[in-house]
């Protein structure tokens, strides 16, 4: 049989679905499967389930003082917070056409505010926020960044997508006050319990349960829209019991009818920010910038990369080999994020993994960043109507989003002890260490460990190499400063 008959022989791909009009091709939304209503449903629901970072950054960095003493406005970080997420998330719509929301990173903003500020002027230190996000770029148009994303092994991404997945429910549960941080856990054994003192009370928590019921029900009868059916039914329930019961524990957000719907943004921290500053400010070394510097691009290199290769699993876009579609566009936005974040004094902005809320309620396009940038928009001016939904009512869509990526797990071969060993490190470090980047640290030490010993070091990728040997100096950050006298 010739060359030619054997191809003619072979089935030929389904051709994608013919696109509606242009914003369909442009976004390819028939092409992936999906549809607008369910872009638009996902756009909503990934707004609703991040949308606390309207209120925990400018509570994290307005709480924390500079080096003199000197506090940022919380008026105005919520108007930078909400205008670098509203722009983010569009570019990487349009730009990366993944459903992947960008905003302020936690973890990130709490190092600027109680690791980095303390040690120099606000300006300085959202600098060097600037500067991370540019060397990250540089690492993006170097191709060095993707690189390693396309060296990880593919279990490792699934297992990557699994840890990401238990890590968001957990989150979900920590939110909503279903777990909590035992406040003397020196003198226990158990680090976290259940509700606020080993029980659940309270209406918050019961409105938390309903949620997270009502999700998996609606999910169970592959009901469209669950997630978000869930997140406003809820939101209405727990508006009815507060004007009832005057609840007084909801946490970051109370469902309460706003005295006023409109506010003026006040952009007045856009701009202020020292590029090098750092390096001359007093008290604090050149090398203590350094390490500084390298830890934060550390975490967001990985972090993002981990948010990027899950999401990208669960909603199904990733190629034969493994790899995510426009991955170099992907990054240069996320880095570019970073520098839109400490250039407008938000901290650094990054990928987000609540992203997953609208993957699972369907959205597989850039086009629902479309909706959840321009409901973050409409939070410049609009804050006080937009923040009415609690945590209790958004979290149970993070515990069905995990739950949806924890399916996972069944592509992971657990009979090569050489691939699950590192794999349920990384899923396991993830939510016991509240940190994606230890998660994925911990499996990649692992991996080129264990295939060491096993004499297959050769097949180790020399990129995960590389970044093994920086995992390393990542966990031995603090005996290092110790050892170079930066303390």
């Known amino acids: 049989m010739s060359g030619s008959q054997k191809a003619a022989d072979r089935p030929r791909p389904a051709p994608d679905p013919a696109p509606r009009n242009g914003v369909d091709r442009y976004f390819r939304i028939s092409a992936r499967g999906s ?37 940022l406005d919380p008026v ?81 991404k699934q297992a990557i997508s699994v840890g990401i997945g238990l890590f ?73 019991i507060n004007s009832l019961a005057d609840v007084r524990v909801w946490g970051l957000t109370t ?45 967001d290199f990985f972090d993002t990369m981990g948010t990027v290769v899950g999401i990208s699993t669960e909603a199904g876009l990733l190629d034969r080999d493994g790899k995510v579609p426009g991955l170099g566009r992907v990054l240069l936005i996320d880095g570019t994020a970073a520098v839109a974040g400490g250039a407008s004094s938000a901290s650094s902005a990054t990928s987000y993994i609540e992203s997953a809320a609208g993957v699972g309620e369907g959205a597989r396009t850039g086009f629902a960043n479309l909706i959840t940038g321009g409901l973050f928009a409409l939070a410049l001016f609009l804050t006080p109507l937009l923040t009415i939904v609690p945590l209790q009512a958004a979290a149970p869509a993070l515990v069905a989003v995990g739950f949806l990526m924890m399916t996972q797990v069944k592509h992971i071969d657990w009979d090569r002890y050489e691939l699950a060993v590192p794999a349920f490190l990384t899923i396991a470090v993830m939510p016991f260490t509240y940190s994606i980047t230890n998660g994925i640290g911990a499996g990649f030490l692992a991996y080129v460990t264990i295939k060491t010993v096993l004499g297959r070091a050769r097949e180790v990728h020399w990129l995960l190499w590389s970044a093994s040997l920086l995992f390393l100096v990542y966990f031995a950050i603090d005996p290092l400063e110790q050892l170079l006298g930066v303390r």
């Open 255 to 299: 469902p309460a009818w706003p005295d006023r719907i409109v506010d003026t943004p006040d952009f007045g921290l856009i701009g202020e920010f020292s590029l090098f500053g750092a390096f001359g400010a007093p008290e604090v070394g050149v090398i203590t910038v350094v390490l500084l510097v390298f830890t934060l691009v550390l975490s």
């Open 76 to 156: 105005q970080l919520t108007t930078a917070t909400a205008l670098v997420a509203a722009v983010m998330t569009v570019i990487m719509g349009v730009g990366g056409n993944l459903p992947l929301a960008l905003a302020a990173g936690l973890g990130l903003n709490a190092v600027v505010a109680f690791q980095i500020a303390p040690l120099m002027s606000w300006d300085d230190a959202m600098g060097l926020i600037v500067l991370e996000g540019l060397l990250i770029c540089v690492l993006v148009v170097t191709g060095l960044r993707e690189a390693v994303m396309h060296a990880i092994p593919q279990p490792l």
């Open 35 to 71: 549809t607008f209503g369910r872009e638009i449903r996902g756009g909503f629901a990934t707004f609703f389930t991040m949308a606390y970072i309207l209120v925990l950054n400018p509570i994290i960095l307005g709480g924390a003082e500079d080096a003199y003493g000197d506090r």
């Open 168 to 240: 968001i429910a957990f989150i979900g549960l920590v939110d909503a006050g279903f777990v909590s941080r035992i406040p003397d856990a020196a003198n226990t054994t158990v680090p976290v319990q259940l509700g606020g003192g080993g029980q659940l009370s309270g209406w918050p928590v019961l409105v938390f349960c309903a949620g997270v019921l009502l999700t998996f029900a609606l999910i169970a009868r592959k009901i469209k829209g669950a997630i978000l059916i869930s997140i406003v039914v809820m939101t209405i329930v727990a508006l009815v």
